[in-house]
């Protein structure tokens, strides 16, 4: 059977994408409204996407459609399976003022690196959350609120983390300017 030209590209990136978030394909499907199979077809590359099919998708695992699709330069660079340019950084905003980009070239791997800017007031939540894994940053700049479990710290910048996933926790950006940081997840989250 012929591939097709999208699929090389969509299949891949939205398997990976939906397993660094945690979630199963049957999930996927109710929150896009699309049936398991037609979305494993997708992820197998057995179907073409429609445009509303990526921008549901996209939605619900939090990206825009671009994220499905790579910049033309990034496909004629040899070195994109190991390099991220710096203008060319998959990126996730959040209504809550969090901007996240992607550092590494995939979430195929172990290892996850993010450049995270928090606006001011922004954060991760109310609630504390946990997942699998485990994570560390470096404060590039600003000021950053870590709760983990009962614990409240204040870093600035120069200051750096490390702990269990598994463990309850928050990050928030107490300051009234942006707070950066650059930080490793394995697995990868998203």
């Known amino acids: 059977m012929k591939k097709r030209a999208t699929q090389e590209i969509v299949g891949p990136r939205m398997r990976e994408l939906r397993k660094a978030k945690g979630l199963t394909l049957k999930q996927l499907a109710e929150l896009t409204n699309l049936s398991v199979g037609y979305l494993s077809q997708l992820e197998r590359q057995d179907a073409d996407p429609s445009v509303r099919s990526l921008n549901v998708i996209g939605k619900a695992l939090g990206v825009g ?8 330069e990034e496909e004629a ?10 203008t060319r950084r998959r990126a996730l905003r959040f209504d809550s003022g969090v901007r996240d980009e992607l550092l590494c070239p995939s979430l195929s791997g172990q290892l996850e690196m993010i450049l995270t800017t928090f606006a001011p007031g922004a954060s991760s939540g109310d609630t504390l959350y946990s997942h699998k894994g485990e994570e560390g940053g470096y404060v590039v700049e600003g ?3 870590l709760t983990v479990e009962d614990r ?8 750096s983390f490390r702990f269990a996933s598994t463990r309850p926790h928050r990050y928030h950006n107490p300051g009234d300017t942006d707070t950066v940081l650059v930080w490793a997840v394995t697995p990868p989250h998203y």
Not at 65 to 72: A, E, L, R
Not at 77 to 86: A, F, K
Not at 152 to 159: A, F, V, Y
């Open 152 to 159: 409240i710290m204040i870093l600035k910048s120069g200051d």
């Open 143 to 145: 000021t950053l609120k």
């Open 65 to 72: 459609i671009n994220w499905f699709f790579p910049d033309p």
């Open 77 to 86: 660079d040899p070195q994109s399976d190991i390099v991220v340019r710096c």
